[in-house]
């Protein structure tokens, strides 16, 4: 379990980050452990906002730091850590710096694709074969999904 110390320069780390880049500061992680998964619920502000209401008929501007929360769970079995959070930015952000942090090592996490294609394209159907490994009996691709981007972050799924 990280320390508290840990955990803090972990926050002023993340909050240059998001300082830099008009989020301002006040980053928190929440740190949640069990016996396979250690969660971090990490709240941050979104881009400073102006918004106009009505207060008794008249027009006013309402300006704040919308919150925002993302989800990282490192699984202490695998060694991986799992993010959920909206840009690429943040997602090498939480690689670099939950590694330096927590394991002395920024490249803990490169953050790079787990799963590829690439055996599909190269072998075809022959890299689907498993009769060589004990326990699969067979295997069968049931779901693929194409990121696209875009302003949406466009997933396609087949």
Same mark, same amino acid.
């Given at each position: 379990?990280?320390?508290t110390?840990?955990?803090?320069q972990?926050?002023?780390?993340?909050d240059?980050?998001?300082?830099?880049?008009?989020r301002?500061?006040?980053t928190?992680?929440?740190? @949640?452990?069990?016996?396979? *998964? !250690?969660?971090?619920?990490?709240? /941050?502000?979104?881009?400073?906002?102006?918004?106009?209401?009505?207060n008794?008929?008249?027009v !006013?501007?309402v300006?704040?730091?919308?919150?925002?929360? &993302?989800?990282?769970? @490192?699984?202490?079995?695998?060694?991986?850590?799992? $993010?959920?959070?909206?840009l690429?930015?943040?997602?090498?952000?939480?690689?670099?710096? #939950?590694g330096?942090?927590? #394991?002395? &090592?920024?490249?803990?996490?490169?953050?790079?694709?787990?799963?590829?294609?690439?055996?599909?394209?190269?072998?075809? *159907?022959?890299?689907?074969?498993?009769? &060589?490994?004990?326990? $699969?009996?067979?295997?069968?691709?049931? *779901?693929?999904?194409?990121?696209?981007?875009?302003? /949406?972050?466009?997933? *396609? $799924?087949?």
């Open positions: 379990m990280p320390s110390l840990r955990r803090q972990l926050e002023r780390d993340l240059d980050w998001f300082e830099e880049r008009r301002g500061r006040g928190r992680v929440f740190i @949640y452990p069990d016996e396979h *998964e !250690v969660r971090f619920l990490v709240r /941050h502000n979104e881009p400073f906002k102006r918004d106009e209401s009505l008794a008929g008249e !006013v501007s300006c704040y730091w919308p919150l925002k929360y &993302d989800v990282l769970v @490192y699984n202490r079995q695998l060694g991986e850590l799992r $993010i959920n959070c909206q690429v930015g943040e997602k090498k952000l939480y690689c670099q710096k #939950f330096l942090r927590f #394991f002395n &090592d920024a490249t803990c996490f490169p953050g790079t694709r787990k799963y590829t294609l690439e055996p599909l394209r190269d072998l075809g *159907e022959d890299s689907l074969a498993c009769g &060589d490994i004990e326990g $699969i009996e067979s295997i069968t691709l049931t *779901e693929v999904q194409f990121y696209w981007g875009g302003a /949406h972050g466009e997933i *396609e $799924i087949r």
